[in-house]
């Protein structure tokens, strides 16, 4: 278990180290939530809505951004495992497929937390919505979320990896699997912007859990063979 | 493919490698056919054989990094493998070091080495030194074969599957590997190069395979008699003019 843990923990070096010498996903992510959302600001803003409409559309923009940007952003996720065929070499030296999909799973649904945090900042900013009070709420929905997304994103992005055409494979093949998360996110961040929080007996929690369960159940099973074939 | 100490393989009968009955396509085409070969402990073996031949398909079947259609590979249980094929198997945007630190520190989780030592001594060994901080991307094609053999080669692997490990090599680095290469015959261990470059590597090889068309058409044979080897390699200039 020490083993395992330890080859885990250099593998998620390993992420770090690649994300920090190229900085791709971490300048892709930012600038495409900060473009989208400018954007989307300015469109609202010029349509003069009351701030009650507002504040009712503010959880569907908000999730259509996210999940476009990160779906956009995160197409070449597995490219530095295809462009030398770095792993063939870890697991020859006894690193597991699973050790391998976790650690990128684990290093991208970190980024994808950090850009949620910064676009609910910017949006909540730009749409004049008070999130004060729910933000360590919304923060929790977003670390879910990001963890469900980071697990099908990577198996995705290994299976379209190796065609030119990935910068749209990835976000095609990705967002009508979102479809069950889009809707969890929309009602939890409804819910916290309505009542200040999750409404107990909510199904929205279990649907998060539940994509993210299935998802990182699949990648566990099969990104070896993806990124092998 | 771990836990096994170099000492443990010091008797040939110990060390084997089997490929019984490969099979193996790319679409409609067979790459390997019905190939069936075994390597033991102290073999140094030449892989011979025209482009196309399967040689390199072979050497990833024995790896374990391609599954075959049919048949099975059989590799004495504890014996770690190394590998260096036509990809360097390494992170083109991180640097030399912190590709082969990685290595370093799979190694020395195993034995309790010291990830240091091994790591400098690698970069040591296959003169690379001056290059640790640059990235994969930004060094020579040479280096990246250095770098490439000091992963593949990184805790003394029982079994290496060299495939052109020459062709991008000064002299000084083929002399490197041929020194690596009979010190692990020595040891009873057993190295698989697929090559051309029979000038700078005849002379280590105890055994001569030539494949053509996905099969073995020439074996010198396991006893290592220059005999045998010398006209199986005129075999294989034979077909090849």
Known sequence: MLRWLKTFKLMVVKEVSLELRGKELVTLLICTTLVVAALIGA???????????????????????????????????????????????????????????????????????????????????????????VFAKLAAIGLGASGALAALITLISGVAGTSRLRGVLVPLLTLPLLFPLFFAGVELTTECLLYGGVQPGSIWPGIILISTTAFLLVGLNSYEAVVRD | MANAARDEINDPAILSVEARQILKRFGAQTIIKDLSISFKGGDVVLLLG???????????????????????????????????????????????????????????????????????????????????????????????????????????????????????????????LRSIVAEKSRANGITIIATHDLARLRDIAT???????????????????????????????????
């Open chain 1, 43 to 133: 469109g609202v803003s010029s349509a003069v809505l009351d701030a009650a409409t507002t504040t009712k559309i503010y959880p569907m923009l908000v999730w259509v951004v996210f999940l476009i940007t990160t779906t956009t952003a995160s197409a070449r996720a597995s490219e530095a495992e295809l462009e030398g065929r770095g792993f063939e070499g870890l697991l020859l030296a006894g690193v597991t497929g699973p050790q391998l999909y976790l650690a990128k799973v684990f290093v991208s649904a970190a980024l994808f937390w950090i850009n949620w945090l910064l676009l609910i900042a910017i949006t909540s900013a730009a749409l004049d919505q008070d999130l004060t009070s």
């Open chain 2, 50 to 176: 025209a482009n196309g031949a399967g040689k390199s398909t072979l050497l990833r079947v024995l790896a374990g990094l391609t599954r075959p259609d049919r048949g099975k590979i059989s590799i004495t249980n504890g014996s770690r493998v190394g590998f260096a094929g036509h990809y360097t198997a390494l992170y083109s945007k991180l640097s030399l070091e912190q590709n082969l630190a990685i290595y370093a520190k799979l190694v020395a989780f195993r034995d309790m080495s010291s990830a240091q030592d091994l790591l400098r001594g690698a970069l040591r060994e296959w003169g690379l030194e001056d290059l640790r901080d640059r990235s994969v991307s930004e060094v020579s094609r040479g280096a990246q074969s250095k770098a490439s053999l000091a992963r593949a080669l990184m805790g003394n692997p029982e079994v290496l599957l060299l495939d052109e490990p020459s062709s991008n090599l000064d002299e000084r680095a083929t002399e490197t």
């Open chain 2, 207 to 241: 055994r001569v395979v030539v494949m053509e068309k996905g099969g073995v058409v020439a074996d010198s044979g396991q006893s290592g008699d220059l005999g045998d080897l010398n006209e199986t390699i005129e075999t294989y200039r034979r077909s090849n003019r």
